[in-house]
Every structure is written in C-alpha cells, then in structure tokens.
C-alpha cells in the first residue's frame, strides 16, 4: 500500500468509525499495515483501490483492532472473507 493510499485509508477510518481525534494517524496508520497483512494476506494481490470488498474488510479489521477484538473480527467477517475470496479467484479463471 502506497503512502497516499495509506493516507485516504486512515483519514476515510476517522471519519466513518468517529475515531476521537487523540487517536493519532500514526497509531491508525500501524492497524491498516497490520490489516493489509492479515487480510491482505488471505487473497494476495487484491487492491484497496480497485477491490471495495477488500477496503471495507481492511477497514473493519481496523475498527475491531482499535477495539482489541481483533479475534472477533475474524469469527464476524469469515463469510464475507470466504466469498471474497472466492469471487476473486472466479474472476482470475474467467479472464484466463
């Protein structure tokens, strides 16, 4: 993830969940790299610009670990993952 995508990221976080503003940037900058390789890493080569399923799960993920219930994330969002996922690799066969 590039650093403007980065940006947008953490900036489109604050506003959507309502982060207090003595949550840094830098504190949500850390949970997106930490959600780009926990998500990111279960369908590689997903996009958060082109791919709106992924943004929304990478920014979900972020909201359940500024919570600390990063655990729950997974059990919650499983199926949405699941289905990603699979969509993904139909898309990758079909244009093949």
């Keep these: 993830m590039s650093k403007e995508e ?13 982060i207090p503003p003595y949550y840094s940037d830098a504190q949500l900058s850390i949970l997106a790299q930490e959600g780009e ?15 709106l399923t992924y ?9 359940y670990a500024y919570h600390h219930r990063v655990s729950e994330f997974m ?4 199926s949405v993952i699941l289905t990603w996922q699979m ?10």
């Design 55 to 63: 943004r929304m799960l990478l920014k979900n993920y972020m909201y």
């Design 37 to 51: 390789c926990t998500v990111g890493g279960l369908n590689p080569g997903c996009s958060i610009i082109d791919d």
């Design 87 to 96: 969509e993904t690799e139909v898309e990758a066969d079909g244009n093949a």
């Design 75 to 78: 059990d919650n969002y499983s």
């Design 6 to 18: 980065l940006a947008t990221l953490v900036t489109e976080m604050r506003e959507e969940f309502q």
